[in-house]
Every structure is written in C-alpha cells, then in structure tokens.
C-alpha cells in the first residue's frame, strides 16, 4: 500500500542513493525509477523520458480500454480504472519537474481512446481533464502533507486513502460527470455517474497504485514471503473469485477477505497489493462475461457497483492489517533492543562497579599497606632504642603518630571518591620528597634524583606517579629492608619515566616474580593511562620501571 510519499525538500520518494551525473550537468532529485533521472548524456537522458512518456500513454490506453468492455459508452460511469492507479503512482514516483510530460501523455492518451469510441471532440476534453485533474491533485496533496508532517506509518495510511482515493477521484468525478452530462445523452443523474465515477477511479487507485507504490519501497520490518507462497497466494485469490463463475453459479467472493488476511499476515502491504490485483482482475472479468451474478448475489441489479465496495472494503480491510503487522513487528524489535540495551547497561553497571571496588581496594592497599609497613619499622626502631635513646623513641612515636594521620586523610579522600565529592587532595609528584625523608627516617636508604623540566599533569598522572613510588618503596622495606634504592623521575616531552631499583639481591628471593597485589595494582594504574611498567630482577637487585604518557593538565 502506498503509506511512502517524498519530502519536499526531495520531491521524490524514498531515499536512495543520488544517481550518478556528468560533469557540469546540474543535480537531479533522488528517485524511485532512477532511469528518469539524471545520470545520462542530455540526448539519451532525453530518448528515454520521450520512451517512457510514450510506454505510459500506451499503458493508459490499454487501461481506459477497460470501461468500453463493461458499458456501452462511459456517460453510465468509469467502473474499475486501472489508469487512475497509473497516473497518481508515476506522479508519487518522480521529480516535479516531470509531471507535465506524464499529464500530457495521459491527456493524449485519453483523447485517443475516446474518440476512437465515438466520443465528440469535446467529451473526449473534458475526460481528458478529468483524468489528469484527479492524479495531479491527489499526488500534490500527498506529497505536501508528507513534506510537512513526520508521520509514522498508520497516519500515512490515512493520507493515501484521504488524498489519494477520496480527495483526487472526486474532483476527477466532478468533472467527468459534468462532461458527461453535457456532452453524451445520459439517462442516469449527475450524481449516479459522479458516484460511479469517483468509485471506479479510487478502486482503480487502490488496486493499481497499492503494489506500484509498495514495491518502490521496501520497509525494514515489513515480513518476508517467499515467492512460492506469493504465487500460491496470487493463485488461491483469483481461484476463489473465478472459480464459480466457471463451474457453478453460488457465490464464493466472500472467501476474498480470508485470502487477503493471509496475504497481510505473512507478507505485509505489499503482498496485499499484489493479491488485490489478482483478484480485482478475476472480478472484473467475471463481470465482463456476464457472470456477475456467480461473484456476488444472484439477480442483483448493481453487481458491477456491488462488487467494487465489497473488493474496495476487502483491500482496505487488509492493508490495515498489514500495517499493523508491520507496526507490531516494530515495536518487537524496538522492545527487543531496548531490552538488550537494558542488559548492556546493567552488565556495563557491573563492570563498573567491579572496576570501582578494585580501585578502592587498590586506594586502600597503597594507602594503609604503606603506612602500616612504615609504622611497624618505626615501632621497632623505637622499640630497640627505648631503654637507651628515649627521645629517638619519642621522635619515632611523633613520627608514626603524624603518618597515621596522614594515612587516615589520604584513606578518606580515597573513599570520598566513591561519592563523587572528593577534591583534588590526592598527593602526586611534589610530594615525593616527604615520602623520601619519611621512608629515610625509618632506616632506608633512598637516592632521589629528579632530572627534566617537571611540568603541570593531570590529577589521575599526577597521583599514579606517586603511588607508583610509594608502593615500589614499601615493597623494598617490607623485602628488604637496609637495602639501598635509588629512585628516579624523568620528565620527557611525551613521557614521564619513573625507576625504583634497590641495590639488595641476597635478600630478594629466587625465581619469577610473584604479582601481588601491590605490583597488579601498579599495572593497573599504568595500563588505565596508556603507559608500560615493568617488574623484575636486574643485576643489582630489584627495579620498577614505568613509562607514561604525558596528559597535560587543564588547570
């Protein structure tokens, strides 16, 4: 069903891809039949616009044959107008700029026929108005009302059948009543041929343009039916609408909607369309053979009327049916990836939550792991010298005291991150020789050299740097302790190079390195900058080397 028609800003329908275009020639509009555009030499482009516009009028003219089949004349009324179908889907289909090569056509084409059926020059105007009059409305309005609104798919439904079968066929009606009227002798009223009419032509849109339309788009939900079934479907369709007018006189129309269901249950509007034309075809042509009374009730003085509502409510029927699939099947797969975003985000919760306990339980290792290990060595220094040196006693008690307290506003900032309301106070680089007169004091042996120009870093470098240090030299006191480290910090233009090695290799024991979790927290800290550190055994005892990138600060 045609629920697809162009924005304004294309004035084409659908949204492939621009064709292509020679150079210096201007820009063709996107469109549905892309041999109608742009994209060849100015003669061929030419050639085959005069080819098309010629197939179109002969298409027509096959089609207008049609009423002279069912009527004597068409002053009684158009009955089913395959052209009308024709007309509005070409128009939907391609630039403006094109419209008054196709209406002209159809105008010829038009005229052709009447007269060629005993028609006066002036009927044959007169229809020829009508019936470029009703698709140029009809496309016009479709087209303007889907350039200013951002309708979902139900809603365009409405606009073709408002526009295209109501709105167009009626001023197409008006005026090929008034025609008839005045320039044929009629016996019927004005607004019996104007009803015909404007049914004729609006189920001639419905059956015609349905599948033209469909087929110029295919929609990302819409269900997939193989071709066997389309043919099995086309087949039963037609079957149950010719078969009593072959073999017995009992009507079997009424089993039409069944097959239509079916058709928009397992593939959509499309499919739809496309069994609408069969059995719009088979109808009419049991009605040509005079077997009308087979289709729709015996005796009945209106079949041709009757059988028009009844396929035209059918189809309707059906093509709201298919939109509902389609719809259904979108809001499936709208809640099947909502649901499978919901997931995602609940396993990326978790990842994060994992990520936000092993940082704090990293935080916490480096900050009480250091501090503990410092205020042991100063407790035993303090221990040992008690009896003889009471005021180096003191002043390691002063000192584990003021290490404690500064283990205990590093472990708040640490946790204060969990909320988010922590400030800048971690500490970084400009600390480093507190830590060295710390770890000094408790007997360690520490060469500090600082070589490069120190620059201002982000927060998260500022403190790994930091960490970084402090673990490698509590990891040296807690594993050997006397042993001489010589701590390095080189500032590089890209990098920031940081070394701890201890001089102590009879205290070190044999064998690969056993991460811990103070080297694992290391890496990690290093690894989350996009830096390297290495840990290992060297000729001179231990080291700890780590390479950063430098992420200069905002601040």
């Not at 003219?61 to 004349?73: D, E, T």
């Not at 365009?156 to 044929?184: D, E, R, Y």
């Not at 029927?317 to 990836?337: F, K, T």
Request: aromatic share 6%.
């Amino acid at each position: 069903m045609p629920l697809w028609v162009p924005r304004r800003a294309r004035r084409v329908v659908g949204a492939t891809a621009a064709p292509e275009r020679t150079m210096g020639q201007p820009q063709q509009p996107e469109c549905r039949l892309p041999f109608l555009t742009g994209g060849h030499g100015r003669g061929v482009h030419k050639l085959i616009l005069a080819a098309t516009a010629v197939g179109l009028a002969v298409l027509y003219a096959l089609g207008a044959l049609l009423p002279f089949s069912y009527l004597a004349a068409p002053a009684a009324g158009a009955a089913f107008f395959p052209p009308a179908g024709l007309t509005l889907s070409i128009l939907v289909l391609t630039p403006r700029s094109r419209w008054p090569l196709w209406l002209a056509a159809v105008a010829v084409a038009e005229c052709f026929v009447d007269l060629t059926h005993g028609q006066s020059m002036a009927a044959a105007l007169g229809y020829a108005l009508a019936n470029t009059a009703e698709p140029l409305v009809g496309a016009s309005l479709m087209c303007w009302y889907r350039s200013h609104h951002k309708i979902s798919l139900r809603p365009q439904l409405l606009n073709f059948v408002l526009c295209g079968l109501v709105i167009g066929p009626a001023i197409g009606a008006v005026i090929g009543a008034t025609t008839s009227t005045f320039f044929n002798e009629v016996t019927d009223s004005w607004l019996s041929i104007a009803g015909r009419w404007w049914l004729g032509d609006a189920l001639g849109v419905l059956v015609v343009a349905t599948p033209i339309l469909e087929w110029a788009r295919r929609r990302r939900f819409e269900p997939k039916v193989s071709r066997t079934e389309l043919t099995i479907l086309i087949v039963v369709a037609a079957a149950v609408t010719l078969i009593p007018g072959l073999l017995w006189h009992h009507p079997m129309v009424y089993l039409v909607p069944l097959v239509l269901t079916w058709a928009a249950l397992r593939g959509g509007p499309r499919t739809v369309g496309l069994v609408g034309v069969a059995v719009a075809f088979a109808a009419d042509w049991v009605v040509i053979t005079g077997r009308g009374d087979a289709v729709m009730l015996p005796e009945a003085s209106q079949n041709l009327v009757l059988i028009q509502v009844f396929l035209a409510i059918s189809l309707l029927g059906a093509l709201m049916l298919g939109v509902e699939v389609v719809e259904r099947q979108r809001s499936e797969h709208l809640a099947r990836r909502a649901e499978a975003e919901r997931a995602e985000a609940e396993l990326r919760s978790v990842e994060q939550a994992g990520q936000e306990r092993r940082r704090i339980g990293r935080e916490t290792h480096d900050i009480v792991g250091n501090a503990l290990n410092v205020m042991l060595l100063h407790a035993g220094a303090a221990r040992r010298v008690l009896d003889e040196n009471p005021e180096d006693a003191r002043r390691l008690l002063e000192s584990m005291e003021t290490i404690g307290r500064a283990a205990f506003v590093d472990l708040d900032v640490a946790l204060r991150l969990t909320d988010g309301n922590a400030s800048s106070t971690e500490p970084g680089l400009n600390d480093v020789h507190y830590l060295i007169d710390v770890m000094r004091r408790v007997g360690v042996d520490v060469e500090l050299t600082m070589r490069g120009e120190p620059r201002n870093v982000s927060a998260d470098m500022d403190g790994a740097c930091y960490r970084i240090i402090q673990e490698a030299l509590t990891n040296v006191a807690k594993h050997a302790p006397g042993a001489p480290v010589r701590v390095s910090v080189r500032f590089e233009p890209t990098t920031v190079e940081i070394s701890v090695i201890n001089g102590c290799t009879a205290v070190v024991a044999p064998g690969p390195v056993r991460p811990g979790r103070g080297l694992a927290g290391m890496r990690e800290r290093v690894s989350r900058l996009g830096g390297d550190l290495d840990a290992g055994q060297v000729e001179s005892g231990f080291a700890v080397r780590a390479c950063i990138p430098v992420i200069q600060s905002t601040l």
